[in-house]
């Protein structure tokens, strides 16, 4: 079967760091991914890891370690802008579906 | 260029009444998924087509769920009859596979659009 688990809520400080953890079993591996959900809004691709290791663009980082089912979500400078859901997914194989986890859902506050 | 289409954007009806969802992927993606959100269950698999071809309807409830794709630019799902618990925001999205012949996205990620949000009284 497939599993994905995250944080259901998280509060954080403007200007600080928050890190979002995701671990994740699937029958096979191709991919974890994160996207960004604003209430009332559609995801939004973030970042995508499939190799192990730290991917960073800008604010954000994702890291991966496969032998762990392991994944997080890095937040530097966090802004009042980035609160919203925060969604962990994986791809088993090819063109298969993502997997979604039922998001963390992140308060930035003043 | 223009994202994932979907229609309507909320949807308000009556127990038993037939609900019809819209979706426009982006041109050139060969691949298409429905999900459903809903507070309880998160992000749910209904189906999903690859070169409009149904591949897995595992995901839809029950048989008054279908979904169809005539071409590779618009699809439906629809619901006859719908339920109260069918209440949820229906996601359409788009992504590009292995057979692509273009490659906008090489991490294979997908695009999703603004959802449809059904309320069924």
């Known amino acids: 079967g497939q599993n994905i688990d995250q944080p259901t809520e998280m509060t954080a400080t403007e200007g600080a760091i928050v890190q979002i953890n995701c671990t994740y079993q699937?029958?096979?591996?191709?991919?974890l991914f994160w996207y960004q959900q604003h209430a009332g809004e559609a995801p939004t691709f973030l970042s995508y890891?499939?190799?192990?290791g730290l991917e960073e663009k800008g604010r954000f980082s994702s890291f991966l370690s496969r032998s762990k089912g392991y994944s997080y979500l890095l937040l530097k400078e966090l802004q009042m802008k980035d609160s919203a859901s925060y969604l962990c997914?994986?791809?088993?194989?090819?063109?298969?579906?993502?997997?979604f986890g039922k998001g963390t859902r992140l308060s930035v506050i003043a | 260029d223009a994202g994932v289409i979907q229609s309507p954007r909320h949807e308000v009806t009556e127990m038993g009444q037939e609900v019809t969802l819209r979706c426009k992927p982006i041109?050139?993606?060969?691949?298409l998924f429905w999900y459903r959100q809903t507070m309880m269950r998160g992000l749910e698999l209904l189906i999903y087509?690859?070169?409009?071809?149904?591949?897995?309807d595992s995901g839809m409830p029950e048989d008054r769920f279908s979904a169809k794709m005539p071409n590779a630019s618009f699809s439906t799902l629809k619901i006859q009859p719908s339920e109260p618990r069918d209440s949820a925001v229906y996601f359409c999205?788009?992504?590009?596979?292995?057979?692509?012949?273009?490659?906008?996205?090489?991490?294979?990620?997908?695009?999703f659009g603004e959802g449809s949000r059904l309320t069924v009284l």
């Open positions: 999205a788009s992504g590009l596979g292995r057979q692509g012949i273009r490659t906008p996205s090489p991490t294979g990620e997908l695009f």
């Open positions: 699937t029958s096979g591996f191709n991919g």
């Open positions: 890891n499939v190799l192990d």
């Open positions: 997914a994986a791809r088993n194989s090819g063109n298969t579906p993502l997997v």
């Open positions: 041109s050139g993606h060969n691949s």
């Open positions: 087509f690859n070169n409009n071809v149904p591949i897995d």
